[in-house]
């Protein structure tokens, strides 16, 4: 069985400031995480993902990601915050599996990150 | 790009008739399509996985003959909410997986659907 679980359903930063959103994960097999972004009206949109590579992952939008083993953590960072970055925030979950794309994810409940001017 | 559509975007009902909501893929084939709730204030969870022609595969708990879904072409996969009732409101999300070159998948923009 797997979960993430995020620390925070609400995070607000200054515009410039850095971007932390937490998530925590549980999984009895290496996992594969991800982090997904969500704008009102708007699908889920992939930020970035760890298949077990390399442990520092970059994504779209100037996003990364480390997989930390050790603290079973997959936090979500970005240097500067824009105000286009408001949205809501979604970690993942799967089991690894060949076929990249075709997983099955379990979701933490989100964090809405909020930019202030 | 890939686009994934629904529809429609928010729909009502009464008690006890049934809703289908559409999942469609508008650039590329989908192989599998995945559908999920999400309870307000609540994580998206997985329902069910749908490979286009054959039957679908429901995550534990989730009944069958309720939440009935059809993947008949490799563009459209359509969830039907038998006999709904007000528990059965939530917010539906469809994603769809298969497009060459892109190993993930593409999420739709949701279905709200309250049963009164």
């Known amino acids: 069985a797997q979960s993430v679980t995020q620390l925070g359903s609400h995070v607000s930063v200054s515009e410039g400031a850095l971007v932390l959103l937490r998530c925590n994960y549980s999984?009895?097999?290496?996992?594969?995480l991800f982090w997904y972004v969500q704008y009102p009206n708007q699908g889920l949109q992939l930020l970035l993902k760890y298949t077990s590579a390399a442990t520092l992952v970059k994504g779209i939008n100037g996003f990364e990601a480390e997989f930390k083993k050790s603290e079973t953590s997959f936090h979500l960072t970005k240097p500067s915050a824009h105000m286009s970055d408001a949205a809501e925030y979604f970690c993942?979950?799967?089991?690894?599996?060949?076929?990249?794309?075709?997983?099955?994810?379990?979701f933490g409940t989100g964090t809405r990150l909020t930019i202030i001017p | 790009g890939a686009v994934v559509s629904q529809h429609p975007s928010w729909v009502i009902c009464k008690s006890g008739t049934s809703v289908k909501i559409e999942c469609r893929s508008l650039?590329?084939?989908?192989?599998?399509m995945f559908w999920y709730r999400q309870f307000p204030k609540q994580s998206l969870m997985l329902m069910a996985t749908s490979n286009e022609g054959s039957k679908a595969t429901y995550e534990q708990g989730v009944e069958k003959d309720k939440f009935l879904i059809n993947h008949a072409s490799l563009t459209l996969s359509t969830l039907t909410v038998t006999s709904a009732h007000p528990e059965d409101s939530s917010f539906y999300i469809c994603?769809?997986?298969?497009?060459?070159?892109?190993?993930?998948?593409?999420f739709g923009p949701g279905t709200r659907l309250t049963v009164l």
């Open positions: 650039d590329f084939q989908a192989t599998t």
């Open positions: 994603s769809a997986y298969g497009l060459a070159g892109y190993n993930e998948q593409f």
């Open positions: 999984s009895s097999v290496p996992p594969y």
């Open positions: 993942a979950v799967s089991a690894p599996i060949s076929n990249f794309g075709n997983e099955k994810l379990t």
